[in-house]
């Protein structure tokens, strides 16, 4: 049987204990919402001020050259390609992740003029179905979006599926596709893959080139650690770029931006997918994010992932039987992101309760307690004590008071 005295062992051995002093961590809490917003680094602060004060203050607008503020969206793109499996030259950063699936899902669709199904999974994030919705409805040509469930997705490739629509790691599971596998069937179907990596980028291995990948999105504020509304990323296959026309054709992703010419004419490779000015500052927070995912050697990331999740489930099976609360993640580590979710009727009030005593993790509709694991951050320790606390909400029927039972705006 665990006890904390063998997971502070672990922290002990742990390669990346020294990342965890890196973030500013309020002290009393155990945070488990990583998979959401990341924490914040320390270094954050400082290199926001840098900017603030001497590259907008002193530099003003010199510094879209003097600090290289243009090239932010290439350069930092190239980081986050070395923690996504792909080339440099092949990602860039910019608007939102929804923004970025629609520029990337139209010039899909594009390509594959005469299919007119997106393939989705029953259970894909929501937003990535609205834009493809939306999409569908502003281009006016009869595209339809199917959506089936996971284990039917390979038998449900057609010869009318332009695109497969997938995210990596499902939002409210934590379960977790097989990239490579799915590309290849989408590809000996004749379709393009577009991948949705927000809960995958900075927590799971990912091999965009390996796995032959056509295209992705990814998001910026969870596990790179870029701060709230931090801008996304999106890559295109290299091989895909002297094909592809965005829907979205805007000043910055000219040619020749600075020519202002009356015609469009999209600037080489995947910088022909911006479109207004860079934001700066957002930038500038997410650059450090970024270059602190990327000190942690993947594996090390990933086996601590893993071992975290086993122990989540283990102590949760250990101490919180009997209370109604049902494991919706995939056991086999290969088959997980870098969550654990559980299912309970009364999750929101749960939630809340945990909350109040410190452990931060949040709630996805309809009933779904979510926990995430951010190896840079987490101790093992921190498992032990966030499911002690749960075993006393549970076995006490805190979760019960009426302050936990208001719903709040953002769960």
Known sequence: MLTRSDLAALDRTDPLASLRERFALPEGVIYLDGNSLGPLPRATAARLAEVVAQEWGDGLIRSWNDAGWMDLPARIGDMIAGLIGAAPGSVLVADSTSVNLFKLLGAALA??????????????????????????????????????????????LGGDT?????????????????????????????????????????????????????????????????????????????????????????WLGHAEP?????????????????????????????????????????????????????????????????????????????????????????AYPIMQALIARGVIGDVRAPDILRFGLTPLTLRYADVWDAVAILREVMATGAWRALEFQVRRKVT
């Open 258 to 346: 600075f020519a202002f010419a009356p015609d469009f004419a999209p600037a080489p490779g995947i910088a022909a997918a911006l479109v207004g000015t860079p934001p700066v500052l957002s930038l500038a927070a997410l650059q450090v994010g970024v270059e602190l995912a990327r000190e942690a050697p993947m594996a090390q990331l990933r086996a601590k992932s893993e071992h975290l999740g086993d122990l989540f489930a283990a102590l949760v099976a250990q101490q919180c039987g009997g209370h109604g609360l049902r494991l919706l993640t995939p056991t086999e580590p290969g088959r997980r992101g870098s969550q654990i979710s559980y299912a309970h009727p009364d």
């Open 111 to 156: 390509l594959r003029p005469e299919r007119r199904e997106i393939l989705t999974e029953a259970d894909n994030f929501p937003t990535d179905v609205y834009i493809a919705g939306g999409l569908a409805d502003l281009l006016g040509q009869g595209h339809r979006i199917r959506r089936v469930v996971a284990a039917d997705l390979p038998a449900s």
């Open 162 to 250: 332009a695109v497969l629509m997938l995210t990596h790691v499902n939002y409210r599971t934590g379960a977790m596709h097989d990239m490579a596998a799915l590309t290849r069937a989408a590809h000996a179907a004749g379709a393009l893959v577009l991948w949705d990596l927000a809960h995958s980028a900075g927590a799971v291995p990912v091999g965009l080139a390996a796995a032959e990948a056509d295209l992705a999105v990814g998001c910026g504020y969870k596990f790179l650690n870029g701060g709230p509304g931090a801008p996304a990323f999106l890559y295109a296959a290299p091989c895909l770029h002297p094909q592809l026309r965005f829907p979205l054709t805007g």
